[in-house]
């Protein structure tokens, strides 16, 4: 079973960046379809960046396009994502998610979960 660990958040200014880890045990991330999602108080969780991991496709949703930008370093068994140009609407709990083993692509289901990070974008 896959276990996925973030680490990277915090509090941040308006236009200031972090970068969030996810850290992967159990698996080897080629092998599974991962992406970032978050979820704001009251909202339904939605995906903001996957990389599907077979043909290197990745996904970024339009409201971060520009400003967020998913990697991978697959010796570290882990992704990335590089938040840049940071405003309030981007406060929420982010998570990584990963789908099961050979199953690739961006679309659900995805079946194992971070504990979620907490960032907020606030002056």
């Known amino acids: 079973q896959v276990q996925l660990t973030e680490s990277g958040g915090g509090l941040v200014q308006p236009g200031g960046s972090l970068r969030l880890s996810c850290t992967a045990s159990?698996?080897?991330?080629?092998?599974?379809?991962i992406g970032w999602f978050r979820q704001a108080p009251g909202e339904d969780r939605e995906m903001i960046a996957c990389v599907s991991s077979v043909d290197g496709f990745t996904y970024v949703a339009d409201s971060v396009k520009g400003r967020f930008t998913i990697s991978k370093d697959l010796r570290k068994n882990s992704i990335y994502l590089q938040m840049n140009s940071l405003e309030p609407k981007d406060t929420a709990t982010y998570f990584c998610?990963?789908?099961?083993?050979?199953?690739?692509?961006?679309?659900?289901?995805?079946?194992?979960w971070g504990q979620g990070i907490q960032d907020t974008v606030s002056s």
């Open positions: 159990g698996g080897t991330l080629n092998f599974y379809g």
């Open positions: 998610g990963s789908k099961g083993l050979r199953q690739y692509g961006c679309y659900p289901p995805f079946i194992y």
